[in-house]
């Protein structure tokens, strides 16, 4: 099965800063990643797609990079409603799995 | 509007069964892969299993930790998933999402149904 590690799994940040999550898989996966956020209390929203493609009605704020082994995430100027849980994701082969989580808290 | 909605959660006993469904609207349910994922409280992210769309015949794929006790099945003519689940667990205690897969990645979540198994 293939492993993915995000790091960190938490950080504090305030409105307007730019902030990075990091995923790594244990074996080459391409480009074949996709982000997720999730709000406490909420299902999980897609985010990225194939490292880097936005969903629909995503804002451009938001941005994926990577391909292989290591994937990030960024948000440029982070707005109250992003804070939440930020999830990776691999779909490579089967089983799929996900990445433990970052939750990332207003400072 | 594209949407899927989960029922049929509820509280179960270990070793009881339990049948979710998934409704979907506003696309071509046969067009598309549709999955099932599960968080258990205070935890991240689980996948569960795939049904693939007609196309490739509607077969299925499941994580390890629930292949031979649940089963993943659909009905396009109204539009639907289920999870069978047997011989349920506490461990299988969690929040379960339907979602709808496009190119290969999950891009519609439902709002999720709870399973509680407990005695």
């Known amino acids: 099965d293939i492993q993915m590690t995000q790091s960190p799994s938490s950080l504090s940040a305030s409105v307007g800063d730019r902030v990075t999550i990091t995923c790594r898989a244990s074996?080459?996966?391409?480009?074949?990643l996709a982000w997720f956020q999730q709000r406490p209390g909420k299902a999980p929203k897609s985010l990225v797609y194939?490292?880097?493609i936005l969903q629909s009605g995503v804002p451009p704020k938001f941005s994926g990079s990577g391909s292989g082994t290591i994937f990030t995430l960024t948000i440029s100027s982070l707005q109250p409603e992003d804070f939440a849980t930020y999830y990776c994701?691999?779909?490579?082969?089967?089983?799929?799995?996900f990445g433990g989580g970052t939750k990332v808290e207003i400072k | 509007e594209v949407q899927v909605v989960e029922s049929g959660g509820g509280l179960v006993q270990p070793g009881g069964s339990l049948r979710l469904s998934c409704a979907a609207s506003?696309?071509?349910?046969?067009?598309?892969?549709m999955d099932w994922v599960r968080q258990a409280p205070g935890k991240g992210l689980e996948w569960v299993g795939r049904?693939?769309?007609?196309?490739?015949?509607?077969?299925?794929e499941y994580a390890a930790s629930v292949k031979g006790r649940f089963t993943i099945s659909g009905d396009d003519s109204n539009n639907s998933l289920y999870l069978e689940m047997n011989s349920l667990k506490t461990e299988d205690t969690a929040v379960y999402y339907c979602?709808?897969?496009?190119?290969?990645?999950?891009?519609?979540w439902g709002k999720g149904t709870t399973v509680t198994v407990s005695s």
């Open positions: 074996q080459d996966i391409s480009r074949s």
């Open positions: 049904m693939r769309n007609k196309a490739n015949g509607y077969s299925r």
């Open positions: 194939a490292a880097s």
């Open positions: 979602v709808r897969v496009t190119d290969y990645s999950m891009d519609v």
């Open positions: 994701q691999h779909y490579k082969n089967y089983p799929l799995t």
């Open positions: 506003g696309f071509i349910f046969s067009d598309h892969y």
